[in-house]
């Protein structure tokens, strides 16, 4: 894993992004049409707290805007912190004081997110897991001629 320390004169090493669906809050019952119904997913609150002693914290969703002032007051309700609607299109860094709910990947140290696959430089490796998680059965990268 590439180690990205507090950096003053990097933006992106002072930040942490954290998705929102599956990773701070469970859902049970699957998508119901943006209503955020939930509990937090254990331990993620604690978490969340914890980093936000030491980083700014960003929390990452792919929910149309119109559901972000929801996902801050679900913020706000289960963690008690300060959360604002990421309203600047330009956007690149968050280094505030409280929660910043955004529908960008800002740059980060680090991303918390139950979709992601690590990528470590080997494409194969990425591809077959990519492909896994998709329901597709692993395939090596195509070689160009």
Known sequence: MTVVP???????????????????????????????????????????????????????????????PAVAGWLREHSGLETLVDEDPERAYWQGDCLLVTNKKLGAAVYIDDRAVRFTGDWNSALAQARHAIGLPSAPVPHRC
């Open 6 to 68: 507090l950096d003053p004169a990097s933006p992106a090493s002072q930040a942490v992004g954290i998705d929102f669906d599956q990773t701070l809050v469970a859902h049970d019952e699957g998508w119901q049409d943006g209503r955020i119904y939930g509990r937090p997913v254990p331990g993620a609150i604690e978490s969340l707290r914890a980093l936000k002693q030491v980083r700014s914290v960003f929390i990452m969703t792919a929910r149309p805007r119109r559901f972000h």
